[in-house]
């Protein structure tokens, strides 16, 4: 049982490129997050996903785009890269029952130069 | 909106000692779960201990064990007989029933020394 597998683990990209952050689970979580954590800022919700085919805009979600074809896979892509999205990148799954809390990947560290 | 605040950005303790993280929230709502996550150097995120506030018993787990004190909105982390393995950053957070978003506080940066 993997849990919750993001690739890459590290990643530099130069301004305006673009790419996806892979993230894959396999508990059959309903629900999908994706978090980015800043120095002194505590993870802050990016996207989310309650299912196949559904998903909605977290608090920062500029610059990011997201799509949930299937329960287990929910990909971060960044669509031109900027300075300011140099972060490191969770994503996480909970099952239906709030009360179990989340279970998150490993993380990406993301450098935009 | 939901707010945490960790107000201990750093602690040091030696080996074996026992302490405390302090943690307090803001929310209007009454259905809600409080959860503590640990995040060593690995950047791992490791849950530690959750809360339902429902409940008025406090949550333990082997040598972690909260303080929840639902009036005064205060929920914090003590940790007992603590291992060089403790080393860590510790997140408190916050979520409404049935939300998806997990609402954290800045973090406390916890040190064991041998």
């Known amino acids: 049982n993997a849990g919750v597998t993001q690739t890459p683990k590290f990643q530099v990209l130069k301004t305006g490129q673009s790419m996806t952050l892979q993230c894959a689970q396999d508990m059959n979580h309903e629900y999908m997050s994706w978090y980015r954590q800043d120095p002194g800022m505590g993870l802050r919700l990016i996207h989310y996903?309650?299912?196949?085919?559904?998903?909605d805009q977290g608090e920062v979600p500029n610059g990011y785009n997201v799509s949930r074809s299937t329960t287990e896979d929910f990909p971060l892509r960044l669509l031109s890269a900027a300075p300011s999205q140099t972060s490191v990148y969770f994503c996480a799954s909970r099952p239906r029952t709030t009360a179990y809390g989340y279970t998150f990947g490993s993380g990406t560290r993301l450098t935009v130069v | 909106a939901q707010t945490v605040t960790q107000s201990q950005p750093e602690m040091s303790v030696q080996e074996a000692e026992t302490v405390t993280l302090s943690c307090t929230y803001d929310?209007?709502?009454?259905?809600?779960?409080l959860f503590w996550y640990k995040q060593p150097p690995s950047r791992q995120m490791i849950l530690v201990i959750r809360?339902?506030?429902?409940?008025?018993q406090n949550a333990t787990e082997n040598r972690f064990s909260v303080n929840f004190q639902k009036a005064a909105k205060s929920f914090s982390l003590k940790i007992s007989d603590s291992q060089l393995g403790d080393t860590a950053m510790y997140f408190c957070a916050f979520t409404l029933q049935g939300a998806q978003k997990l609402v954290f506080g800045q973090g406390t940066r916890l040190t064991i020394n041998p």
């Open positions: 809360q339902e506030a429902y409940k008025q």
């Open positions: 996903s309650v299912g196949a085919g559904i998903t």
């Open positions: 929310t209007s709502e009454s259905n809600y779960y």
